[in-house]
């Protein structure tokens, strides 16, 4: 008897498990970035063949998120150390984060939802 109603409050609590901890779908006209490191970095953007827009803070826990432009296919994504000196290439509809690398620095890494 004791065990069932554990098994039942087990089931409850995976039943109610918030959607929240689970990652969210990204529509497909959106980039998405999310600083998931403890650190507030200075990155900037450039819109397909555009030119580099300014340096922007991005502190901890925020998104950066940006509605494509028509006619525009990819998005480049760039921050200052501690992350790697790369330009990265963002695809719409896609989800980003920037989290820890092996080398003790951050690295931008496409998550699957």
Known sequence: MRADA???ALAAALV???AGA???AVPGSVFLVKNNSAATLKC???VG???WLKYFAFKPGAEFSLRQPPGV?????FC???VKRVSYRLRPGE????LPAGDGGLELRDIDT
């Open 16 to 18: 109610a498990a918030p």
């Open 44 to 46: 900037r953007y450039r």
């Open 80 to 82: 200052d150390p501690p």
């Open 49 to 51: 063949e555009g030119a």
């Open 95 to 98: 989800r980003y984060s920037l």
């Open 73 to 77: 296919r990819e998005v480049l994504f």
């Open 6 to 8: 554990l098994r039942w």
């Open 22 to 24: 689970r990652p969210q």
